[in-house]
């Protein structure tokens, strides 16, 4: 009786030892960042034909369209996580203006020293001109290479969906992008 109570606590006490030992070896890798981001947007929008139904209700087009896009994200990262609030604008001449502010939230998977490919989500609220904000939820994928411990580039691909109903002309039901972000990486006591 009295072994089956030993072994367990000096494998537990063991185990603590070695921890104890060896946590110097563990360092803080977490850097701030901040991005600039240069792509090209793709959006689904709902515009009104100047028609209406039998019930008169507008008839609906929806057409796609896209054009560059530019943003800023600001976040922070860890050996295998980046967490980003970001921003982006474009302009088309669609709808004129539009614009999203969200976060995202990366897995990273290391491939090489420098190299990353990473997945992620991302939330937020996207609004063109005399629109009001409407909430989008997607997804994100591409590759980080970093080319030193200040600066890296990611290349990525990203998708949203946007919460409208179908109905509702002048809003954007889908977003989709195409982007290259320059990643300026700092750490320290900030």
């Known amino acids: 009786m009295l072994r089956k109570l030993v ?11 070695e921890a104890d030992e060896h946590s110097y070896e563990r360092e803080d890798n977490s850097k701030g960042l901040i991005g600039i981001e240069l792509g090209y947007m793709g959006t689904n929008y709902q515009e009104d034909t100047g028609r209406k139904d039998i019930n008169d209700n507008p008839i609906i087009n929806k057409k796609t369209t896209s054009s560059p896009s530019i943003g800023l994200k600001l976040g922070g990262e860890t050996e295998h996580y980046r967490l980003f609030l ?13 614009a999203s502010v969200g ?11 420098t190299v990353n ?25 591409g590759v980080n290479i ?11 691909a990203r998708y949203s969906a946007v919460d409208v109903s179908s109905d509702e002309y002048g809003k954007i039901n889908a977003l ?8 300026f990486k700092f750490s320290g006591d900030y």
Request: glycine residues 16%.
């Open 7 to 17: 072994l367990p606590a000096m494998l537990l006490i063991g185990m603590g030892l």
């Open 86 to 98: 970001e921003g982006r604008i474009w302009n088309t001449d669609d709808y004129n203006n539009g």
């Open 103 to 113: 976060g995202a939230l990366q897995y990273l998977i290391p491939v090489a020293e």
């Open 117 to 141: 490919l990473f997945m992620g989500v991302n939330a937020g609220a996207v609004n063109v001109v005399n629109a009001e904000w409407d909430p989008y939820a997607g997804g994100d994928a």
């Open 146 to 156: 970093n080319f030193s411990d200040a600066y890296g580039i990611e290349i990525g």
């Open 176 to 183: 989709y992008q195409g982007y290259v972000t320059a990643i």
